[in-house]
């Protein structure tokens, strides 16, 4: 084993921090709100043209809705984590970081946002006193649509995990049985779930493993005769 794989070894343990789990949160969180928000303009405007349905989406994010979106979104990341006693800075499962959005207030956030750009846009006469007051008074929908798909993307968050245990463990019994077009085919499947998935450290280590030993042994002409140092790696998998 050379270095290189050795030093792989030794990163599992550290394999994710806080900046990048809260950089997926607030990409993953600020397109679910974005599409949410195009569902609920099209409900609460259903005269408006597309171009139309543009034009009062752009007013809004000129009066400062997607910073507002942003603030809002950082803050119930900081918040939940507090109420949770998250003092490592970083979530141990998807599980847990749903749960801080809830308890951090992203809902009753992004209700104070709205309310604030609404009023900002319609003040400055970007958006009309009528579009302005279908968009207060509809905008419990608006959230409501929010929360649902927020929900609905930490679900499928938590169902790709599952997946990925799904292909990690069909690797091993490929790998047990030294079937190395099998374990190819499911190393593929895991790096493509991998791309999906919040960066959990738990989630991420048994996958590096099983990366570390696919491509020894790849590199090594599909060779199962592993050494001493190969096989602790595999015995990790264990």
């Known amino acids: 084993m050379d270095l290189e794989n050795n030093q792989n070894i030794e990163n599992t343990n550290n394999l994710v921090n806080e900046k990048e789990q809260n950089s997926f949160l607030e990409s993953t969180l600020g397109k679910v709100i974005n599409s949410a928000l195009d569902v609920g303009l099209r409900m609460l405007l259903p005269d408006f043209a597309e171009d139309g349905i543009i034009e009062v989406k752009d007013a809004l994010f000129t009066g400062g809705l997607k910073e507002g979106i942003d603030t809002a979104i950082n803050g119930a990341i900081n918040m939940g984590k507090s109420i949770l006693g998250i003092f490592t800075g970083k979530f141990e499962n998807v599980s847990q970081a749903r749960d801080a959005i809830k308890t951090g207030g992203l809902i009753d956030g992004l209700s104070g946002v709205l309310d604030t750009v609404i009023n900002k846009t319609n003040s400055s006469g970007l958006i009309n006193d009528n579009v302005a007051s279908i968009i207060s008074n509809g905008k419990d929908a608006i959230l409501n649509s929010v929360s ?82 190969q096989l602790e790696l595999a015995n990790l998998l264990t």
């Open 148 to 229: 649902n798909k927020i929900e609905n993307e930490f679900m499928q968050q938590i169902d790709g995990t599952e997946k990925l245990a799904k292909y990690e463990s069909n690797w091993k019994e490929y790998f047990n049985n030294k079937d190395f077009e099998g374990m190819e085919r499911e190393y593929n499947k895991i790096k493509e779930k991998l791309k999906e998935l919040m960066p959990i450290e738990n989630t991420l280590k048994e996958a590096r493993v099983i990366e570390n030993l696919h491509m020894l042994i790849k590199n090594n002409g599909q060779d199962f005769n592993l050494t001493k140092e």
